[in-house]
């Protein structure tokens, strides 16, 4: 999935919808979109694989917010699944997920 698709679904899907307009919100969203993704690729995914390899494993995330992971979670394994607290975020993942495998 692409940036800029990641970007849509989170102005569309996420509960801060109000917040998007703002200078803090307008950061927010490019930190989430742009920046997250390859931090998660280049620092998260390695720390993960020196635990242990995902080479293909299921992978269930706990508190998974926006999902802003899941993108460099999946290109790791096609097994992803994640949970979080606030149903709204949770709801917005999931509808992510589908998106990015339809």
Known sequence: MSADRFRDHLLENWSAKGNWDSDVGCRDIEGHTRRRPIYDRNECV??????????????????????????????????????????????????LIRRGRA
């Open 46 to 95: 390695p720390w993960i694989n020196g635990l242990r390899r995902l080479d293909g494993d299921r992978v269930f995330e706990i508190g998974c917010g926006t999902g802003s992971s899941v993108m460099a979670l999946i290109e790791q394994t096609p097994r992803y699944q994640a949970s979080a607290f606030d149903t709204t975020a949770e709801d917005a993942t999931l509808q």
